[in-house]
T-cell receptor, first 111, second 115 residues
C-alpha cells in the first residue's frame, strides 16, 4: 500500500533563516505531488505541484520554492523565511484518479 | 473558474444526532467531488468521492454524500454522529480532463460534538 511521509513534524525557525521540508511517497510510481499551506480559518492553499522529476509549477508568487529531485521526493524550500510563512504545510500525492492523499503535515512557526 | 463554498464555518451537534454539512460548487460541467476530514494537527483523510453514476455515494466511517446537479451541491451526511467525528471537514472539487488533477478546497466546516 501507499504511504506518504513528511518531516519534520514541527519546526520553529527565526525570521531570515532557510527552510527545507521533505516529503516522500512509498508504494507508487510517477505520482503527481503537491504542496499546500493551511492557515487558520483559511482552508488549503495550493503552493506547488509536480507531474514528474524536475517539473514544478507554482500556483502563488511567494517566498518559497519547490524541487523534485527524485520520482517520489518533493522538497519545499526557502532561502529566507518571513513571519508570514508560518503555517501548517501539507504534502499530497495523486494519480490519474484525481483524488489526492495527504501526509501528516509539518507545523512551521517563524519567530 | 472553479470554486467551492462551505457556508457553515462551525457546527455543533449532540452525539447520536444526525449531521449534514453543506457544500456548493461552481463549475461549468460535472466536476469530480470529494469530502475530506482533518483531525487537529493531522493531515487530511479522504472520506468519499463522486466521479459519475449513482448520485448517492457511501464513504468511510458511516458517511454518505449526495450529488445534486440542479443545486450544484454535494452535502455530507451521517445519520448518527459519534464523539470521534469531531474534526474539520473539507469539500473539494476537481476538474475533469486536466493533466495536473488539481483540487480546489472549501474553507472547511469545524464540527463539534456535544455529549
Amino acid at each position: 500500500s501507499q504511504t506518504i511521509h513528511q518531516w519534520p513534524a514541527t519546526l520553529v525557525q527565526p525570521v531570515g533563516s532557510p527552510l527545507s521540508l521533505e516529503c516522500t511517497v512509498e508504494g507508487t510510481s510517477n505520482p503527481n505531488l503537491y504542496w499546500y499551506r493551511q492557515a487558520a480559518g483559511r482552508g488549503l492553499q495550493l503552493l506547488f505541484y509536480s507531474v514528474g522529476i524536475g517539473q514544478i509549477s507554482s500556483e502563488v508568487p511567494q517566498n518559497l520554492s519547490a524541487s523534485r529531485p527524485q520520482d517520489r521526493q518533493f522538497i519545499l524550500s526557502s532561502k529566507k523565511l518571513l513571519l508570514s510563512d508560518s503555517g501548517f504545510y501539507l504534502c499530497a500525492w495523486g494519480t490519474s484518479g484525481i483524488e489526492q492523499y495527504f501526509g501528516p503535515g509539518t507545523r512551521l512557526t517563524v519567530t | 473558474a472553479q470554486s467551492v463554498t462551505q457556508p457553515d464555518i462551525h457546527i455543533t451537534v449532540s452525539e447520536g444526532a444526525s449531521l449534514e454539512l453543506r457544500c456548493n460548487y461552481s463549475y461549468g460541467a460535472t466536476p469530480y467531488l470529494f469530502w475530506y476530514v482533518q483531525s487537529p494537527g493531522q493531515g487530511l483523510q479522504l472520506l468519499l468521492k463522486y466521479f459519475s453514476g449513482d448520485t448517492l455515494v457511501q464513504g468511510i466511517k458511516g458517511f454518505e454524500a449526495e450529488f445534486k446537479r440542479s443545486q450544484s451541491s454535494f452535502n455530507l451526511r451521517k445519520p448518527s454522529v459519534h464523539w470521534s467525528d469531531a474534526a474539520e471537514y473539507f469539500c473539494a472539487v476537481g476538474a475533469r480532463g486536466g493533466a495536473t488533477n488539481k483540487l480546489i478546497f472549501g474553507t472547511g466546516t469545524l464540527l463539534a460534538v456535544q455529549p
